[in-house]
């Protein structure tokens, strides 16, 4: 029972290139969303979807991509990645009235 | 808008003390109230929850009661252990589609 798997967990970029954060569920769920979480800010909602095709801008969109062509995949792609960057990425998903369960995140460093 | 306000941390305790960590919000009508806990490299794990006024949130030996009006949702513990070493972030959502945190409070249990 897999649940969120996020992959790399460990990642040094440097500024200008490009990259996918990969999410995968098997818990058949159609929400599912990324977040940002930095020290002292908690965690902030980038993008989100509802299900396959649908998806919608959180709180800092900003430099960020997605697409949803599966319910089991939410990608997130960084276009030119920029120090501002660097932090902590979590993907999450929800069946709407239980909570949220995340993935272990993927650490992300932009020199 | 909507938001979480949590206590400063580091907590400092020793073992078998007594926890409590405050927690109050900001939101327009009647939000569904979260405690999200983090263990050092992990993802975000849901500790409790309560979806309306005086419903009272627990697992693990911890406790939450929603509280409309004083607009908080304060976690409790009876007696801490080291195993509780983590942080906990409280947070709310006014649809299942966006969860608000709060910054996070670490705790810290020594023996």
């Known amino acids: 029972n897999a649940g969120v798997t996020q992959t790399p967990k460990f990642q040094v970029l440097k500024t200008g290139q490009s990259m996918t954060l990969q999410c995968a569920q098997d818990?058949?769920?159609?929400?599912m969303s990324w977040y940002r979480q930095d020290p002292g800010m908690g965690l902030r909602l980038i993008h989100y979807s509802v299900g396959a095709g649908i998806t919608d801008q959180g709180e800092v969109p900003n430099g960020y991509n997605v697409s949803r062509s599966t319910t089991e995949d939410f990608p997130l792609r960084l276009l030119s990645a920029a120090p501002s960057q660097t932090s902590v990425y979590f993907c999450?998903?929800?069946?709407?009235?239980?909570?949220?369960?995340f993935g272990s995140g993927t650490r992300l460093t932009v020199v | 808008g909507n938001s979480v306000t949590q206590m400063e941390g580091p907590v400092t305790l020793s073992e078998e003390a007594f926890l409590t960590i405050n927690c109050t919000y900001t939101a327009t009508g009647y939000p569904s109230l979260f405690w999200y806990v983090q263990y050092p490299g992990e993802g975000l794990q849901l500790l409790l929850k309560a979806t309306k006024a005086d419903d009272k949130g627990s697992n693990k030996g911890f406790e939450a009661t929603y509280r409309k009006e004083t607009t908080s949702f304060h976690l409790e513990k009876g007696s801490v252990q080291v195993s509780d070493s983590a942080v906990y972030f409280c947070a709310l959502s006014r649809s299942f589609q966006k969860l608000v945190f709060g910054t996070g409070t670490r705790l810290l249990v020594s023996p």
């Open positions: 999450a998903t929800t069946p709407g009235t239980d909570g949220y369960t």
């Open positions: 818990m058949n769920h159609e929400y």
